[in-house]
């Protein structure tokens, strides 16, 4: 390398250039051998250089055999082009996933959507709110998520569970799948399942009525929601007040404070119950608890 004039040997260099240049000599070494193993390309690269590097190794001529724990390696491949290795075995797709539907794709086939891939079991939540408050009344039940291998991903809305359950599902990668949906969207999940709306629950999913904010405030009152509101000092009282158009606190209906604060700043409201919840409140969301607890049984 070449820095002011200056020329660098190679062993004055970064962790990541020796790295580099040693897979670059090996690329240009075989380029007529017909297989090139690579073991964790990804290491002492920043996320970008692995998916330049991977880019490369995904495009090269020849068969490129590469072993990584790096999602943004894993994306410059293809899907049917990934074998997935757990504790609970091998995975590989037996079917085409997203053909025809390249939205799908690059939605699901990123590197910040493949982080699930090597879970032992997945819970899929319509969104990142629902996603604090599961792994919320995880924590507080003592249930260690990670440890036991279990990814909590939100769909990013419920039009989300299909394409989900198509790669992670029983007809994709095969992991074994949980979820948590609203009433009004417990079709969606279903029929990607290929199963009424009746056997969700004992295909492992929940089903809230009609939300999980209607369950929250349901189970903990609206003064112990509106509390952990204020406690987190993401809302004020007088805000809270306004936004529900009550005359005070103690006047803020269920309805109001589901419809015109918890929906509407749905983020918000799960952090500040995620950070304020006690467990004797997060034990009381008996369809979030039933979820962890089923998801995390042996």
């Known amino acids: 390398m070449v820095r002011a004039g200056v020329k660098s040997p190679l062993t004055a260099q970064s962790d990541g250039l020796r790295s580099l240049a ?35 190794l995904a495009t090269a001529p020849g ?5 990584t724990h790096a999602p943004a390696v894993l994306a410059e491949f293809q899907p049917s082009q990934t074998l997935a290795l757990a504790s609970a075995g091998a995975r590989q797709l037996t079917g085409p996933v997203f053909a025809g539907n390249p939205k799908n794709l690059q939605h699901w086939w990123v590197d910040s959507a ?19 408050l599961v792994r919320t009344v995880a924590r507080h039940l003592k249930i260690d998520l990670d440890r036991l291998g279990i990814s909590v991903v939100a769909v990013h809305g419920a039009g989300g569970f299909k394409a989900a359950i198509e790669l992670f599902g029983p007809s ?39 939300d999980l904010e209607e369950e929250y405030v349901a189970a903990i009152g609206v003064s112990g929601v509106v509390q952990m509101l204020t406690g987190s000092g993401l809302f004020t009282e007088a805000g809270l007040v306004h936004a529900t158009g009550a005359a005070d606190v103690a006047s803020i209906t269920p309805e109001r404070l589901r419809e015109k604060v918890l929906k509407k700043y749905k983020v918000e409201a799960a952090t500040a119950l995620g950070e304020q919840m006690a467990p ?19």
């Open 172 to 210: 994709g990668f095969g992991i074994p799948t949980f979820g948590l949906v609203d009433e009004n969207e417990a079709s969606i999940p279903a029929d990607a399942l290929n199963i009424g709306v009746a056997d969700l629950a004992s295909n492992g999913f929940v089903t809230c009525v009609a």
């Open 280 to 298: 004797a409140q997060a034990n009381a969301l008996t369809k979030a608890v039933n979820l962890v607890q089923s998801a995390a049984a042996p």
């Open 114 to 132: 493949l982080e699930p891939l090597t879970a032992d079991r997945l819970i899929l939540v319509e969104g990142i709110s629902d996603r604090i």
């Open 63 to 67: 068969q490129r055999v590469v072993a």
């Open 22 to 56: 040693v897979i670059a000599v090996q690329l240009l070494a075989t380029r007529t051998a017909r297989m090139l193993a690579i073991d964790e390309p990804e290491i002492h690269l920043h996320m970008r250089g692995q998916a330049n590097l991977a880019r490369l």
